[in-house]
């Protein structure tokens, strides 16, 4: 079973910057897509940005110019570097990764960013 561990979230004020990093336990093989998703209370997860073997990253609207996506697949690692952070911001980040042969579909715990005004 393959864990992903989220980290770098935390307390940043705005206009601020912050990289979150996924770390997957252990190499995974048919990697379809890795993407982060955020969750703000009271609301449903987006999809923040993704990223699909192969393709070029995709990110939401509300994050395009400020959020870039990558992966280190030596370190089997993906990362989401934040700039000009906002305080609409902050919510809950998680990492996807799905797989195609066989099909797997795994989350990480989450990590909070909050981004003070």
């Known amino acids: 079973q393959v864990r992903l561990v989220e980290s770098g979230g935390g307390l940043v004020q705005a206009g601020g910057s912050l990289r979150l990093s996924c770390a997957a336990s252990?190499?995974?093989?048919?990697?379809?897509?890795m993407r982060w998703y955020r969750q703000a209370p009271g609301k449903q997860r987006e999809l923040v940005a993704a990223?699909?073997?192969?393709?070029?990253?995709n990110y939401a609207d509300s994050v395009k110019g400020r959020f870039t996506i990558s992966r280190d697949n030596a370190k089997n690692t993906v990362y989401l570097q934040m700039n000009s952070l906002k305080p609409e911001d902050t919510a809950l980040y998680y990492c996807n990764v799905d797989t195609l042969y066989p099909f797997r579909d795994y989350w990480g715990q989450g990590t909070q960013v909050t981004v003070s005004s």
């Open positions: 252990r190499s995974i093989y048919s990697i379809n897509a």
């Open positions: 990223l699909t073997t192969g393709g070029m990253p």
